[in-house]
């Protein structure tokens, strides 16, 4: 069953890096870019914590210029395996120190490939894994889709970025609801 709690949940941004963006469909890369800057922006403002990878920086770059333009507040860590999950992962130590994280929203690129191994190895330790289906990409889209169907069958959760934040969110009441509301606006 789905259900999100703000508390216990982090954010997992995936190797969104300069170079490997030129390789994506533009169009969908600017929708993809939109929409991961409101999920970025709302789990910010909800206090959750963030993590971001980078695939080899020295040949794929840096994160994409203005992804992270109103949240300073993230851990970053440089990677050469595709999962984020390996014997020194930066990601497994800060999950180690953060034992009441219990769940992970996944974003980034490439959805086949790194979001998914990422994804898979995170369920097999036990996490309750959530991908923000429209902030996810790849540069074949018919591989992107086929990622998040085998995510599916593994029992990892594909959800909106609207669905998480008010799922996060719960009440309108709350004093973040007119901040998240007008990010997606």
């Known amino acids: 069953m789905f259900f999100m709690n703000k508390n216990n949940t982090m954010l997992l941004v995936v190797d969104i890096q300069e170079k490997l963006s030129g390789s994506m469909n533009k169009t969908e890369f600017d929708l993809f870019f939109k929409k991961t800057k409101i999920l970025i922006n709302g789990v910010h403002i909800l206090n959750i ?3 971001q990878s980078l695939q080899y920086v020295k040949g794929l770059g840096n ?3 203005g992804l992270f333009d109103d949240c300073i507040s993230k851990i ?6 595709f999962s984020c999950c390996y014997d020194s992962s930066e990601l497994l130590s800060f999950l180690d120190r953060n034992i009441h994280i ?3 929203i996944i974003c980034g690129m490439e959805t086949h490939i790194c979001v998914l191994q990422s994804a898979r190895d995170l369920k097999k330790l036990g996490f ?3 991908v923000a289906c429209d902030c996810v ?3 074949d889209y018919k591989n992107k889709q086929n990622a998040l169907d085998l995510m599916s069958k593994m029992d990892i959760n594909i959800v ?3 669905s998480i934040l ?6 309108s009441k709350a004093v973040e609801f007119k901040m998240i509301s007008s990010l997606i606006k």
Do not use: G, M, Y
């Open 128 to 130: 309750d894994v959530v």
């Open 63 to 65: 994160s994409v210029e």
């Open 76 to 81: 970053d860590f440089e990677k050469h395996i």
């Open 160 to 162: 909106n970025t609207e």
């Open 49 to 51: 914590p963030i993590v």
């Open 166 to 171: 008010f799922d996060l969110l719960k009440d």
């Open 137 to 139: 990409i790849s540069r």
């Open 102 to 104: 219990k769940q992970i």
